[in-house]
């Protein structure tokens, strides 16, 4: 419309090509059968993506990233260039999934120090991303003092993690190589392999290895996976 009134031309309404609309009818049936494709999965309650202080869907696909490729910890990127959409209660279709994740993110791995991947978590939340990442295989203590932010890690049993202890760290391509953990990981560390799974995919094959998922896991508060000691407001970058 702004060109046609700069060309002085006038503005034409758009109409529907109907030649167009049937060539793309059988494909456009065929998206809507894989959409309500059944995961033979069932949700007792919804999942939201957002979350303080931690996602409870990124914690469930952190889960599911960190069984599928059996590593030793797992990280997800949730609401900042991460998840879409929240994952609904009831039956779960392909669809559902897609909404959440819709991009083609393939699966990365690093071997890390548990000390370096404590500087990375502390990178991304000293920008105040509380809520942005979703962990698995570890819980996270954040403190604030004199000196700054601090992070340590902890065994999903409350052990403490030595910080030169190896650990294999799974998550999307884009996560592992972007800006929060580009300055602590080394690059010969980070490895996507030309044939890497895609992460939506990887969910998928877990999801459907389980009838039923109880969201008590992620939504409890007692199940939180990032524990904050005091206030951190000081200590994050303005």
């Not at 897609?98 to 699966?107: A, K």
Request: hydrophobic content about 40%.
């Amino acid at each position: 419309l702004r060109l046609a009134k700069v060309e002085g031309r006038s503005p034409r309404a758009v109409a529907e090509d109907l030649r167009i609309a049937r060539a793309m009818e059988p494909s456009l049936a065929e998206v809507r059968r894989l959409q309500a494709t059944p995961l033979g999965v069932v949700i007792d309650r919804p999942l939201p993506r957002t979350g303080d202080p931690e996602s409870p869907l990124g914690n469930l696909y952190a889960d599911a990233l960190r069984e599928q490729s059996q590593a030793d910890v797992a990280l997800n990127n949730n609401s900042l260039g991460g998840l879409r959409a929240d994952l609904p209660d009831g039956p779960i279709t392909f669809g559902h999934l897609y909404d959440t994740f819709p991009f083609d993110n393939r699966l990365a791995r690093a071997n890390v120090s548990a000390g370096l991947l404590e500087q990375a978590l502390a990178n991304a939340l000293r920008r105040g991303r509380r809520g942005t990442f979703g962990i698995s295989g570890a819980r996270v203590r954040v403190t604030c003092d004199n000196d700054g932010l601090h992070v340590r890690l902890f065994r999903p049993d409350g052990r403490p993690m030595d910080a030169r202890e190896p650990l294999v760290v799974v998550g999307m391509d884009s996560l592992l190589g972007g800006q929060m953990f580009a300055p602590v990981i080394p690059p010969a560390s980070l490895h996507v392999a030309p044939d890497a799974p895609i992460v939506r995919e990887v969910v998928e094959d877990w999801l459907r290895g389980h009838r039923r998922i109880g969201a008590a896991q992620y939504l409890a508060a007692n199940t939180h996976r990032l524990e904050f000691d005091g206030p951190t407001e000081p200590c994050l970058t303005r």
